[in-house]
């Protein structure tokens, strides 16, 4: 059963903090890269930070050395400890595996993060 919930989102200051979470179910996360997106209005989806089964991670340009992905395997969690936000973060941010290969039933909308200036 598909299982991939985010949530920890909210309206922030420039400058301010974030920790997003997302709840997988174990069949998805035991054995997959796992993968932060975000699509801001008009602008296509794209990956901000990926991380491996053993805590490997890799991130965007654009949040390196601001945003920090980490799993916890025991629990089935994916977390993104997003800091010194910019207007430019707002987006609605959806977790998945990387790549992208889960649609629909079980699937989150994904949780809005909005930095205003």
């Known amino acids: 059963q598909v299982q991939l919930v985010e949530s920890g989102g909210g309206l922030v200051q420039t400058g301010g903090s974030l920790r997003l979470s997302c709840a997988a179910s174990?069949?998805?996360?035991?054995?997959?890269?796992m993968g932060w997106y975000r699509q801001a209005p008009g602008k296509q989806r794209e990956l901000v930070a990926a991380?491996?089964?053993?805590?490997?991670?890799n991130y965007a340009d654009s949040v390196k050395g601001r945003f920090t992905a980490s799993r916890d395997n025991a629990r089935n969690m994916l977390y993104l400890q997003m800091n010194s936000l910019k207007p430019e973060d707002t987006a609605v941010y959806y977790c998945?595996?990387?790549?992208?290969?889960?649609w629909g039933q079980g699937t989150g909308q994904g949780t809005q993060v909005t930095v205003s200036s």
């Open positions: 991380i491996t089964t053993g805590g490997s991670t």
């Open positions: 174990g069949s998805i996360f035991r054995f997959n890269i």
């Open positions: 998945n595996t990387e790549p992208w290969r889960y």
